[in-house]
């Protein structure tokens, strides 16, 4: 009797036991969930962390006329090609007498490329090239204003030196080398009627120059909301003036340009920016001199975290400092693509 009331007892603690490791099991389950929930509420989403060229939830854009301030590791090209009208160039005749003046058109193609590559948290290093060519669109425009190519390399860094959550201030600076050949069959025919088909004769129909373009600047970003974004650069320095015994002079290029991100307000992958640049002295890849004013309104494709696409379209009102050239207005439209390693 009495093992059958021992036996009994042990049978009640055990399931006593049983029980209460089955509640705590039982808790852990419903506090685990809760636990998580609240982990990832705290802490941001990976991608977001990783993302260098983020501010307040806002992936910035690209923009030609007022380039970001971030310092990430990236591949950027360009490829586009555009018209510039109103043209108006004197045309002479064999002894150099003005006899009229020419109005056309000057076609051209472009690209471009860049990579940077992010040495520190703070630092980025980057390198690019560039390639310009432009011909009169008639005859007689070409006669008059003949052909040019130009191809350019440039160096440059970008340091951070301020970032909050929606803001970014950065200071740069780029060195860049240009070399430009120019076809002139006009001045090739006078050369040749004065002296005959002579090597001088042959320099004249192509000359080669080449100019240096050295400035500093400030770049910033903000985004005051997840789906807007703001670009602000200044950047001056000194440039080899293009024309014949001119030396060096100074150059300024002041942008700014805003962009809406519509895939955070609406399911429709797509951003668009807008932004305006005035530019004095040489231009940043041209080889004349003068002053520049430049509007772009952009539409890319949004929907990838890391790679984007989309159009540019540009116009420009050139005022050369050329007196026997007048002032032109260039549309151009460019394919930009950029890869976020």
Known sequence: MLRTRRTATVRCLSLTLQRHLLAAALATLVTIPGTLVAQEAASPPAEEASCRRCLAGHRFLVSSVAPDPFVTTHFRSGLGGGFASGLEVPFRNLDGAVIDTIGGGVGFVALDFEYQYAATSW??????????????????????????ALSGLSLGATGRVWGGRTAQVS???????????????????????????????????L???????????????????????????????????????E????????????????GVLTSVPVGLTLGARSQTGSGRAGGLAGKATTYALGLFYTGRPHFLIGGESTWAR???????????????FRLVTRYDF
Not at 187 to 205: H, R
């Open 123 to 148: 630092l980025g290093l980057r390198g690019g090239t560039n390639i310009v060519a432009r011909v009169g669109t008639s005859a007689r425009s070409l006669v008059a204003s003949g052909a040019e």
């Open 171 to 205: 200071l740069t600076a780029d060195v860049r080398r240009n070399q430009v050949y120019v076809l002139d069959p006009y001045s090739f025919v006078q050369s040749v009627v004065d002296n005959g088909y002579t090597e001088a004769a042959q320099e004249v129909l």
């Open 207 to 245: 000359t080669t120059a080449s100019t240096n373009r050295y400035t500093g600047g400030v770049r910033a970003a903000w985004a005051p909301a997840p789906w807007l974004g703001l670009n602000g650069t200044f950047e001056a320095g000194s440039a080899d003036d293009p024309r014949p015994d």
């Open 247 to 262: 030396g060096n002079q100074s150059v300024t290029e002041i942008g700014a340009s805003s962009e809406v991100d519509f």
């Open 318 to 332: 050139v005022d050369f400092d050329q007196a026997e050239v007048t002032n032109v207005d260039a549309v151009q």
